[in-house]
């Protein structure tokens, strides 16, 4: 299974970017999936989430500016993000949980990350 996560680029404060992240390989299903972003310095932190019937979850720092979302039969994801600051400026990694009936496993995977940088 692989993540393959696109979209980053170098954006001005105020504009906006949408990131995308499309899982291919044995997949069955994927239950969780998610955004993280780890800034120079700092831990990886959750952005947000969203569960297979999407429900969702946000970091307190980007609600109200970022949407995620999914589209099922493209196993991917995606994360719309709006009103942006220079402290949103990360690589950006998603991940997918994944279940396979083929291979009778479920695990984790990520992303390569994709570099968001915001200018002020």
């Known amino acids: 299974v692989q993540l393959q996560a696109s979209g980053g680029g170098l954006v001005q404060a105020g504009g906006s970017l949408r990131l995308s992240c499309a899982a291919s390989?044995?997949?069955?299903?994927?239950?969780?999936m998610g955004w993280y972003r780890q800034a120079p310095g700092k831990q990886r932190e959750l952005v947000a989430s969203i569960s297979r019937l999407s429900s969702t979850n946000y970091a307190d720092s980007v609600k109200d500016r970022f949407s995620i979302s999914r589209d099922n039969t493209k196993n991917t994801v995606y994360l719309q993000m709006n009103s942006l600051k220079p402290e949103d400026s990360a690589v950006y990694y998603c991940?997918?949980?994944?279940?396979?009936?083929?291979?009778?496993?479920?695990?984790?995977?990520w992303g390569q990350g994709t570099q968001l940088t915001v200018s002020s």
């Open positions: 390989g044995r997949i069955s299903g994927i239950n969780d």
């Open positions: 991940n997918a949980d994944v279940f396979s009936f083929l291979t009778g496993s479920r695990r984790v995977y």
